[in-house]
Nanobody
Framework: QVQLVESGGGLVQAGESLRLSCAAS????????MGWYRQAPGKQRELVAA???????EYADSVKGRFTISRANAKNTVYLQMNSLRPEDTAVYYCNAAVRLTPASALRNYWGRGTQVTVSS
């Protein structure tokens, strides 16, 4: 089966940077869009950034200009470079991937277990 494993979370001070990574493992035909979501305590999970199998990207308004999403297709890996971090960026960050297991199968969504990002003021 497909597994998504996130890494790179941690505790930083406001204004600092972190880089998250998410590697997809397992036998797949193709990976379509990949993205990062986050969930803060007491809040709903929200989209942070997404990237297609090409180069199209999408960002939440709150992170535009500070976060950059990228991917290495050969490694089935997606990255999130987070600069100028703010206390309100504190959340568990989850990786998501839309995967086709075989060329004829439908896209299926997979989630990582999440990585904690804490930004102190």
């Amino acid at each position: 089966q497909v597994q998504l494993v996130e890494s790179g979370g941690g505790l930083v001070q406001a204004g600092e940077s972190l880089r998250l990574s998410c590697a997809a493992s397992g036998v797949v035909s193709s990976i379509n869009a990949m993205g990062w979501y986050r969930q803060a305590p007491g809040k709903q999970r929200e989209l942070v950034a997404a990237i297609t199998s090409g180069t199209s990207t999408e960002y939440a308004d709150s992170v535009k200009g500070r976060f950059t999403i990228s991917r290495a297709n050969a490694k089935n890996t997606v990255y999130l470079q987070m600069n100028s971090l703010r206390p309100e960026d504190t959340a568990v960050y989850y990786c998501n991937a839309a995967v086709r297991l075989t060329p004829a199968s439908a896209l299926r969504n997979y989630w990582g277990r999440g990585t904690q990002v804490t930004v102190s003021s």
